[in-house]
């Protein structure tokens, strides 16, 4: 009877052993055809821009206009992202160009100013001013078709938040 019991256990013991390794690499190559995390430049803004956005990457919210937080790539406290295709928000860029700087194209959404910028693509680049630190928001053409600039409603408590009125550097 002993050998009998163990027969069966060694028998289910290497079943068991050959299906781990096969669930750990279906599990991996599910986890691999998931999205892509999306893409940002880190911006290098100066140890006060910074401090500044380290303290907005701490209030943001992990949803902007129904959409999830998926964070870009290379992972840092300057950067942030929502969705798929991504709205990436970006802290301490610099000012987008000096013709941006006297542009008519602002808007104050929730007493938070913003100068847009059109991209070639569609998208929208959206920076804001009167801040102690810039911050640049890009919204993918399907989410400015569909919903404009409502991630930027999800945003300004935070950015008022962390990131006081004035003129940055």
């Known amino acids: ?3 009998y019991r163990h027969r069966i ?9 050959i299906a781990v390794p096969s669930l750990s690499l279906l599990i991996a190559t599910a986890g691999c055809a998931s999205d ?3 893409k940002a430049a880190v911006p290098t803004p100066d140890a006060k821009a910074a401090k500044l956005c380290r303290n907005l990457d701490e209030v943001l919210p992990e ?6 937080r998926n964070d870009p790539e290379p992972g840092s406290e300057l950067t942030a992202a929502w969705g798929s295709p991504a709205i990436i928000l970006r802290c301490g860029v610099p000012w987008p160009d000096a013709a941006l700087k006297t542009s008519s194209n602002t808007a ?5 100013g913003w100068v847009a910028d059109e991209l070639d693509d569609g998208a929208q680049r959206m920076t804001t001013g009167g801040r102690l ?3 640049e928001v890009t919204i993918p053409k399907d989410e400015v ?3 404009g600039a409502g991630s930027l409603v999800d945003l300004a408590a935070p950015i008022k938040k962390a990131i006081p009125k004035g003129i940055a550097d």
């Open 1 to 3: 009877m002993k050998s």
């Open 9 to 17: 256990r060694h028998g289910r013991l290497s079943r068991l052993s």
């Open 36 to 38: 892509e995390a999306p």
């Open 63 to 68: 949803k902007v206009d129904g959409l999830e």
């Open 108 to 112: 104050t959404i929730d007493g938070v």
């Open 133 to 135: 630190a810039f911050v």
């Open 145 to 147: 078709t569909k919903n």
